[in-house]
């Protein structure tokens, strides 16, 4: 369990626990109010040292002991506020995990009751509000090279448009033995009915598809 600071000055009146997943999950999670108690704690006191012990890898690596002291001494009546808040019989205080993948993409998880629920997941649909956020969710999509996920994003006519296109190349592409190929050295040229055309290349001795149209 670690506590995370910004870089730059403590968050008043909140504080975010992360508890690092890797490869395997424990069979028991320990419970995140022991954390936020004994970071009350520290802040209470204003220490500096038990603070900066609580804090993960990454975020030692954005900030140093001295860089903790010297925002601890800055901050002193915000701390002492946080402790008060966190210590305070309604402080809801929750354990969230970061699970992140190869390709970049990562979830985010909750846990409640020491089991593990997803709170959002790059995999899952989240309604875009925003131009940017629909751009961000098409590079997600392309970066899994998720079809299903593609579809998801597009219009409802753009999304026929290609369904159609699909389609009508799929039915195309039933009798390929049957269709006329303009084979030329290692290049080849397919009509596809419907409309379609499929230029093929042979490299290493395998032939594979360079372009649709």
């Known amino acids: 369990m670690a506590l995370i600071l910004p870089s730059q000055r403590v968050v008043p009146a909140l504080v975010l626990l992360a508890l690092g997943a890797s490869g395997c999950v424990r069979e028991s999670v320990p419970d995140p109010r022991t954390a936020a108690a004994a970071y009350a704690d520290a802040a209470a006191r204003g ?10 890898s990454e975020s030692r690596r954005s900030m140093t002991l001295s860089d903790v002291k010297k925002m601890v001494q800055q901050e002193r009546a915000e701390l002492a506020d946080q402790a008060k ?7 809801d205080v929750k354990a969230m995990a ?18 593990f629920f997803i709170a959002s997941a790059d995999a899952l649909p989240t309604g875009a509000r925003t131009p940017s956020q629909a751009l961000e969710e098409l590079r997600r999509v392309l ?24 389609r009508s190349l799929v039915q195309g592409l039933e009798n390929p033995e049957g269709l006329d190929v303009q084979q030329t050295g ?23 598809v360079e372009d649709l149209d």
Do not use: C
Request: charged letters at 30%.
């Open 186 to 208: 290692d290049t080849a040229v397919v009509s596809v009915p419907g409309g379609h055309v499929i230029k093929l290349r042979r490299e290493g001795g395998t032939w594979r």
């Open 98 to 115: 970061r699970l992140k993948f190869a390709d970049g993409e990562d979830a985010l998880l909750e846990i409640k009751d020491g089991k």
């Open 143 to 166: 970066a899994r090279r998720s079809y299903a996920g593609l579809m998801r994003v597009l219009t409802q006519s753009s999304r026929s448009s290609m369904e159609n296109d699909l």
């Open 85 to 91: 808040a966190i210590r305070s019989p309604q402080a």
């Open 47 to 56: 220490d500096a040292d038990a603070i900066y012990a609580m804090l993960d």
